[in-house]
């Protein structure tokens, strides 16, 4: 459970940032690391890692939670993270003091609200940025990115040479787990999808769904599956109907039930998309979503709300690649509802055009929300 130490420690939210992660963990997004463009400076400046951002999904405010003055761990772009146990894992990413990617991993106690480096036994994976990471019976699973295997230990993958910046695209695929700190190679069956970096995955009933992301000079729109109970992989999963166009940098956010859903990206012209599909995963089909609003976004995070709604932050909304025009960098917060509004969420919006003075014949767990909405003052963020 999230406890904030300090109750009037309240941000305006994040500055606006590219390549963060955020990760829901009950009633809250955390926001880590990413960085900004510097208008006429030669380097980017990474966001300190000893700050984490807090958004709660009940009061629709953010929070800030900072180390003090230590800068631990190293601000990154491109790293990958889950949450285990009240604990944050965040891996890899590039921006390490100018030494480019890295394959360290930090774990951030959701409890303690302390930062720690964590050594693991075995043999890790190779630095990258860019990878796609999730979650599965307590144990973090990495797949692919941009790196150099010259900079790490040895392996069996599928990596593609890009000589402009001397990295290039793999499909390596590691398992960490916690309880016995150790990196592993997960046996696997089937075929692993191709190398890639800036693709995206989601977890659906025991089931890893992974698109699109850059191979080489190619943005693919290809969906692969990977069935966590038996470890097998899908191959290109043969899709019924329309299929999104080819994109990078994109997001892919589990519902709770059978759908995951698409949104934005970096196109194969170089477009930032603003499009919203969603993937049947029962039926393999994909069906385009019309929103009321037009917002392009790439290299943002997504995240599924208490209320099923998707919640997009940060990412750029200019192309990225444009060296004549700093790219924008966005600073809301995008809401998709592919559902109904719950009654629940209704009744809460509401109530806030009654007079506040008739909240207390509200049911009890409308006001405890309608109280933290409007700021007042709590000691424990536990939503309703």
Known sequence: ???????????????????????????????????????????????????????????????????????????????????????????????????????????????????????????????????????YNKKFYVFGGFGNPDTGPSHEFQFVFYHLLWRGWTNQFFEYDPKKNTWSKPFTTGTLPSARAAHAAAVMQGKVYIFGGRHDVHRMNDMHCLDMEIMHWSGELPIKGPVPMGRSWHSLTALSERYLVLYGGFSQNNIVLSDCWRFDTVNHTWQPIELPFEKPRLWH????????????????????????????????????????????????????????????????????????????????????
């Open 1 to 135: 459970m999230v406890q904030l130490l300090n109750p009037d420690m309240v941000s305006a939210g994040p500055p606006g940032r590219t390549g963060h992660i955020a990760v829901s963990y009950e009633n809250y997004v955390l926001v880590w690391g990413g960085y900004r463009e510097n208008p006429g400076v030669a380097s980017n400046t990474y966001f300190s890692g000893a700050e984490l951002y807090i958004y709660s999904c009940i009061s629709e405010k953010w929070y800030l939670k900072k180390n003090g003055n230590v800068s631990f761990p190293p601000g990154m772009s491109g790293s990958t993270a889950v949450v285990i146990d009240d604990a944050l894992y965040v891996f890899g990413g590039y921006g390490y003091h100018g030494q480019g990617c890295t394959n360290l991993l930090f774990k951030f106690d959701l409890e303690t609200f302390i930062w720690s480096a964590v050594e693991p036994e075995g043999v890790p994976p190779i630095p990258v940025d860019k990878m796609a990471g999730w979650q």
């Open 301 to 384: 995070c997504a995240c599924l709300s208490i209320f099923d709604e998707v919640l997009i932050f940060g990412g750029c909304t200019t192309n990225i690649l444009d060296l004549e025009r700093t790219p924008e960098q966005a600073t809301d917060i995008v809401v998709i509802r592919t559902y109904p509004k719950s009654l629940f969420r209704s009744c809460v919006d509401k109530t806030i055009d009654f007079p506040c003075n008739i909240w207390e014949t509200l049911p009890h767990n409308i006001q405890s929300v309608l109280q933290l909405r409007f700021g007042y003052r709590s000691r424990h963020l536990i939503g309703s």
